[in-house]
């Protein structure tokens, strides 16, 4: 148990739709990073956040947002949502920027 | 996105078999990772690297920062079946907090 948790841990939807991610860091750590991975592929960085402000932006579509709580959770908001949105999505967290990242279980998003 | 070359992509090898995958950048890294993935969990940390020609081992991996700076191994002796699953490594640049992950190799273990 890395100690980042995520929920839902599953999520099916339909096309068009929008749905929320969750991501609760590690006990003391101040930076979460957001990930998607799609079937047999490798992880995607989407966005990274320090303390509740936005640090780096990956390959995240602009129909996705994300955003950091004054108590560091993190939530990954999907819209409009297309069948290939379907994925693991993970975040990880980690002390500061640039220490070693710990990962949640992920959620598996199916879009019908 | 930018990403580090794994390879293998994928290898089947029999129970108590050696295992050796590697990862390669064209850029010089600082610190070196790598993770275990499980069928439909999250990334788990199994090493950690932060200096060339380190070598560290965590029960039968071991892993080892390749002193060019460029590449990483990952070594599992006397392979079980639960070391199916996907292993990554991920490096981080000089100059730069980001991690960069490698496509993954996959390990299968014939029992």
């Known amino acids: 148990d890395s100690g980042v948790t995520q929920t839902p841990k599953h999520l099916i939807t339909a096309t068009g739709q929008r749905v929320t991610l969750r991501c609760s860091p590690r006990?003391?750590?101040?930076?979460v990073y957001w990930y998607q991975q799609s079937l047999d592929q490798g992880l995607q960085f989407l966005i990274h956040y320090y303390n509740g402000e936005e640090r780096a932006k990956g390959n995240i579509l602009e129909r996705f947002s994300a955003q950091q709580f004054p108590d560091l959770h993190s939530e990954l908001n999907l819209s409009s949502l297309e069948l290939g949105d379907s994925a693991l999505y993970f975040c990880?967290?980690?002390?500061?920027?640039?220490?070693?990242?710990?990962f949640g279980p992920g959620t598996r998003l199916l879009v019908l | 996105g930018q990403q580090l070359n794994q390879s293998p992509q994928s290898m089947f090898i029999q129970e108590g078999e050696d295992v050796s995958m590697n990862c390669t950048s064209s850029s010089i890294f600082n610190t070196w990772l790598w993770y275990k993935q499980d069928p439909g969990e999250g990334p788990v940390l199994l090493i950690a690297l932060y200096k060339a020609g380190e070598l560290t081992s965590n029960g039968r991996l071991t892993a080892q920062f390749g002193i060019t700076r460029k590449d990483s191994f990952l070594n599992i002796s006397a392979s079980i079946p639960s070391d199916v699953g996907i292993y990554f490594c991920a490096g981080q640049g000089s100059g730069t907090y980001k991690y960069i992950f490698g496509t993954g190799t996959r390990l299968k273990v014939l029992a």
């Open positions: 990880a967290s980690s002390v500061a920027v640039g220490e070693t990242q710990y």
């Open positions: 006990s003391g750590d101040l930076s």
